[in-house]
Structures are given as structure tokens and as C-alpha cells.
């Protein structure tokens, strides 16, 4: 069983930065792959960044040069740092952990741009 607590959300204007945080209990942490997620008001889930265990990265086209997703396995915690926020990256921010066809997902941070 894995828990995963989302911190750091909030109002920012556009062009401002965020760096999210997701902390991990439980199981091994170095040992799964995690990513963040969002949801926006009347639209799907939607994948923004992984980090695999094996260390590969990758982002949404939406997100790729502004955002970036760092893992620190010694602190059981990963890191979605946001720059340059648009509106339209407005949304509940969940992280999640898999390994194999164990999946779980933390309650989500909100995170609202907008001036």
C-alpha cells in the first residue's frame, strides 16, 4: 500500500511558477514509476509528466519546456515544478505512483492561474 500526499498548490497569476510536491509512504518508493496528472472543470484526467523508476522523464507537448518533474528517492517525494502558468493550466494536480498493476493516487492540489 502506497500514500501519496500532494502539497503546494494555489492561486498564481500567469507567468508565475509552482513547484508541487507528492509525498510517498509505504512501499519502496525508488521502485515505481510516479507522475502528475491533472483535471480541468468538464474534462478528462489527463496525463502531464512521469519519472520512471529506470529515471526517464516525459511531458505533456502542453507542458514540455515549462514544467519539470524531478524525483528525490531518499525523501520518498516527487516535484512538479511549474513555470510560466497559463489559465489554461488551471486544474486539480493528482500524483500518481504505479508498479506493475499496482496503481495509486493521491487527493489532488489545486492549482488556479489567473490574474
Known amino acids: 500500500q502506497v500514500q501519496l500526499v500532494e502539497s503546494g498548490g494555489g492561486l498564481v497569476q500567469p507567468g508565475g511558477s509552482l513547484r508541487l510536491s507528492c509525498a510517498a509512504s509505504?512501499?519502496?518508493?525508488?521502485?515505481?514509476?510516479m507522475g502528475w496528472y491533472r483535471q480541468a472543470p468538464g474534462k478528462q484526467r489527463e496525463l502531464v509528466a512521469t519519472?520512471?523508476?529506470?529515471?526517464?522523464?516525459s511531458y505533456a507537448d502542453s507542458v514540455r519546456g515549462r514544467f519539470t518533474i524531478s524525483r528525490d528517492n531518499a525523501k520518498n517525494t516527487v516535484y512538479l515544478q511549474m513555470n510560466s502558468l497559463k489559465p489554461e493550466d488551471t486544474a486539480v494536480y493528482y500524483c500518481?505512483?504505479?508498479?506493475?498493476?499496482?496503481?495509486?493516487w493521491g487527493q489532488g492540489t489545486q492549482v488556479t492561474v489567473s490574474s
Open positions: 500518481r505512483s504505479a508498479r506493475g498493476v499496482y496503481v495509486y
Open positions: 519519472f520512471t523508476s529506470g529515471g526517464t522523464t
Open positions: 509505504g512501499s519502496i518508493f525508488s521502485r515505481y514509476d
